[in-house]
């Protein structure tokens, strides 16, 4: 798992560069920045934006993007968590996408001239210098970006982290940047039909790109194709140029399934074992497997197949189950009992996975959402040509449904927080997670409290209350309380669990100025547990996030300054960054970073119930408080009465507290 330490980002639109650009027009535009003051980038132009007129030329097509001459001091602002790292500044740019009608947006061009540095300055309160002098071009993805309709384009300098201080991130004190224009499409591209892999008998194909590339005499390409006829010399011109993948099956090995048209059929919970030893690689290059070494093929891969009957959530795992670095793929076929044509595999991806928790071998688990009554090819193979042997398990379940929001009980008359009440606001999301290249790894976080914090040695838990970031509308986590004998959060075996709650995290939507999202309070009833601190021991209060394909989640918090006695502690742990145990921020990466977290509930046990099975409140507990744990049987979110251990289901551990209590309350 390609998996790193990251601060919340921007909420503008990033456009990576591409391997290739259509050359002719050439058209270049200068910008120079000097004493540049580098904040977050956000809705609007950025204050050291610059306008610069194309002369008319609206509705061209960018061709590439470059910069020289950079020479940036990146701050770390005083009483800001951490300093703004260099890999975070990137140029700004104004471009139409299509969906802004020629209006032109904003987007951060990718990568950053200092792309991979994640440092800045040591010191807070001071700055480091950086330099990137050489000239750097980067093409973009042809006929992708246009010049706005009215020929201005903004350009500017900006970073895509911002540590809310409202002092810059760094500082430009000379940088120059550059785009350029490429040429007019040919006549021949426009309205093409048909497919550039296949001769046609008229001008042009169908992908306006690779039409013009194979149209360009510069380029290893023949005008002829446009202008004449895209007969098949031209096809397999553009096959060549512009990269169109082409399904075939050289050379099987001798397993039955080494090609995507002969898979082995697997049902729900099937497990085989497979070696992929002397097999080809016959299906795509996949980039969403998020390799190192811009490797994109699956290689030596074997194919399986699985009808799915249910809308599910697919999952394909050898993880912790093979020998060698594998990846697997999934790839929608279509609807069960119709043909698939591998030649459209590159199109039906689902999911790929380079690596899962597995620190030996790099072993792999895909998991994807699957439509009830489609077929799904599943791709196993390897990285950087690994190959060896595993075993194959597939499942699907149909996704549980979303966690309702819970509300704290009115009338809590006490709480306890080691927040100040001026940072109860918990605008600043200023917290660092260990995540993948698009999305949230596993993550834990805890802090610790003693019987001086809650105020007694008893305290009767109603609510806990975290505010929370997430980027996708909706992701699931736990909230537990734990109890310390030692008072610290490690080892994370030896914490006795005194209740848990799978709680539903939910966006909370952009700032006012559509620049980042804003943490949202995220609640868990838990209905008046007691927590008994009597003997010594500690509290310990951590939200755990499963991993998230689809967005980051993380919970919001503060600098050291919001803390009350400047001394207390956030704790991470994330088996997928390495941190097997809980570890303090500052011993991950000297992040002075602080989650926010709010109990409320009654000091020495009077808000709670003394007798916890009584649910009739008759002085006893007998059959008819038997009857209430059959009522509520299964699963029962909180706040549920009858879960005596708060595990969010009502089971045979409930029975057996039920009866141990059997009798007059004390």
């Given at each position: ?166 002092l810059p991130h760094s500082i430009a004190n000379t940088a120059n940047f550059y785009f350029t224009l490429g040429a007019n499409i040919p006549a021949g591209c426009v309205d093409a039909t048909g497919s550039c892999s296949v001769g046609n008998g008229t001008p042009g194909c169908e992908d306006l790109s690779c039409c013009a ?454």
């Open positions: 798992m390609q998996c790193q330490f990251i601060k919340t980002c921007t909420a503008l639109s990033v456009v990576g560069m591409a391997g290739t650009a259509f050359a002719g027009g050439g058209e270049r535009f200068d910008a120079s920045f000097a004493a540049a003051e580098i904040f977050v980038a956000g809705g609007a132009a950025p204050a050291n934006a610059q306008n610069l007129d194309t002369a008319g030329l609206g509705g061209r097509y960018y061709a590439s993007f470059g910069h020289s001459n950079l020479d940036v001091d990146v701050c770390w602002n005083t009483g800001a968590a951490y300093s703004g790292w260099a890999s975070e500044i990137q140029f700004v740019m104004e471009m139409e996408d299509g969906t802004t009608a020629g209006a032109g947006a904003l987007f951060l061009l990718a990568p950053s001239p200092f792309a991979g540095d994640n440092t800045g300055s040591d010191v807070e309160g001071a700055c480091s210098n950086r330099v990137a002098a050489d000239e750097i071009d980067n093409p973009f993805p042809a006929f992708t970006y246009q010049v706005p309709d009215d020929g201005l384009v903004d350009v500017a300098i900006a970073s895509s982290w911002g540590d809310d201080s409202g590339t194979n149209c360009d005499a510069n380029q290893g390409g023949d005008p002829f194709c446009c202008s004449s006829s895209w007969d098949s010399t031209c096809a397999e011109t553009a096959i060549a140029l512009c990269g169109i993948y082409i399904y075939s099956c050289d050379a099987p090995g001798s397993q039955s399934n080494d090609c995507a048209t002969s898979p082995i059929m697997m049902s729900n919970g099937d497990s085989l074992a497979f070696n992929t030893v002397g097999a080809n690689t016959d299906g795509p290059g996949e980039a969403a497997c998020g390799s190192g070494e811009n490797d994109l093929p699956v290689w030596s891969d074997l194919w399986y197949m699985v009808d799915v009957d249910v809308d599910a959530n697919l999952t394909a795992t050898c993880c912790l189950a093979g020998d060698f670095d594998t990846k697997i793929a999934i790839y929608d076929a279509g609807v069960t009992g119709t043909p698939f044509d591998p030649q459209n595999l590159p199109e039906s991806l689902v999911v790929c996975n380079e690596d899962c928790d597995d620190p030996d071998f790099f072993t792999s688990e895909a998991i994807g959402a699957a439509v009830a009554g489609n077929s799904y090819l599943i791709r196993v193979g390897g990285y950087l040509t690994a190959t060896g042997s595993g075993t194959l398990t597939v499942s699907w379940q149909e996704p549980d449904p979303p966690i309702a929001v819970q509300e704290c009980s009115a009338g809590n008359p006490d709480s306890f927080s080691q927040v100040n009440p001026a940072s109860g606001d918990f605008v600043a999301p200023n917290i660092v997670s260990c995540n993948g290249p698009t999305y949230s790894a596993q993550n834990g976080f805890a802090r610790i409290y003693t019987a001086a914090d809650m105020g007694a040695d008893v305290f009767n838990v109603d609510c806990v209350k975290i505010p929370c970031l997430v980027t996708c509308t909706y992701t699931p986590a736990v909230i537990r309380m734990l109890k310390s004998a030692s008072g610290a959060p490690a080892p994370y075996a030896d914490l006795e669990l005194i209740a848990e709650n799978n709680i539903g995290v939910y966006q909370n939507g952009l700032d006012d100025a559509g620049a980042a999202y804003v943490p949202e309070l995220q609640i868990a009833n838990f209905g008046g547990v007691e927590v008994d601190l009597s003997d010594g021991s500690s509290l310990v209060i951590e939200i755990e996030f499963a991993g998230n394909t689809d967005c980051y989640t993380i919970p919001s918090g503060g600098v050291l300054a919001d803390i009350t006695d400047g001394v207390s502690t956030t704790y991470l742990r994330s088996s997928s960054c390495g941190i097997t145990e809980y570890t303090s921020m500052a011993a991950v990466g000297g992040f002075d970073s602080e989650m926010f977290q709010f109990v409320e509930g009654t000091v020495g046990g009077g808000g709670g119930t003394p007798c916890p099975t009584d649910f009739n409140d008759d002085g006893i507990t007998d059959g008819a408080d038997f009857g209430t744990i059959l009522a509520s049987w299964g699963s029962c979110p909180a706040p549920c009465p009858a879960d005596l251990d708060n595990n969010g289901e009502v089971n045979g551990a409930d029975v057996g507290s039920i009866l141990a209590a059997w009798g007059a309350c004390p």
